[in-house]
């Protein structure tokens, strides 16, 4: 899943993925990883909203097969912001969110 952003143009995007279509249980709340407009310092600003309490690992990838590690985010209060500072040096790159922690795995992607 996944779907093209142009960065550069400070559009909102986003993708929800639920724990339905996961199969996790126990975990009610839908994952959620969106691209927000741009900063003042032109890095691409994610937002991760999940289940408060659980560790997310974000993967960043410029063509959807090779992904490579980019920020654990510790998401203590449901949602969190980070930004990207190495989506400078390509001129499309999709990003996608792994719920790690007790082998459950879930997954959220967005460009």
Known sequence: MSFQLDTFTNL??????????????GITEPLRLAVLPL????????????A?????????????????????????????QF???QATNASQRFYR????GAGRQALSSVE
């Open 12 to 25: 909102n995007s986003s993708i929800t993925v639920t724990n339905v279509a996961a199969g996790l249980v």
């Open 39 to 50: 900063g003042t310092n032109s890095f691409p600003l994610l937002q991760l909203t999940g």
């Open 52 to 80: 408060a309490g659980y560790n997310y690992m974000v993967e960043a990838s410029t063509n959807l097969v090779n992904w490579t590690p980019t920020v654990l985010v510790v998401n203590s209060n449901g949602t969190t």
């Open 83 to 85: 930004t990207d500072p």
């Open 97 to 100: 969110a792994l719920l790690r």
